[in-house]
């Protein structure tokens, strides 16, 4: 079991872990990727706007930055979307144990 409840994106716990879990706790999805969703939040570089341009890119500059996924902190009432290309805005300067990125390379 990972710990998260199915219906309702909530930590029960029941993995052992009350917060963040060390990185490769569980297997991988069918991609062969690790922790896409539910350990914390993912900071992205994008700027925040509630709709992208026609062609997907999203705004050059801006006041908040976005970030996507969910976290251990998520509840039915707070993480509505809880998923991986969920996104909300966040401020660019923000920290907090249940927020952090993702490292990607491009092949």
């Not at 710990?3 to 309702?8: D, Q, W």
């Not at 062969?32 to 992205?44: H, K, P």
């Not at 709709?51 to 705004?59: F, L, M, V």
Request: contains cysteine; hydrophobic residues 25%; glycine residues 12%.
């Amino acid at each position: 079991s990972s710990g998260i409840n199915a219906e309702y994106g909530e930590n029960t716990e029941e993995d052992g872990f009350k917060t963040t879990s060390p990185v490769g706790s569980y297997s991988p999805n069918s991609f062969g990727l690790y922790d896409m969703i539910g350990n914390a939040w993912e900071w992205v570089d994008d700027w925040w706007t509630v709709s992208h341009s026609p062609d997907g890119s999203p705004p050059p500059t801006g006041e908040e930055k976005v970030k996507k996924g969910g976290s251990f902190m998520c509840t039915k009432q707070y993480c509505y979307r809880y998923r991986c290309e969920a996104r909300t805005k966040t401020s660019a300067d923000t920290t907090g144990l249940n927020v952090g990125f993702r490292c990607a390379k491009s092949l």
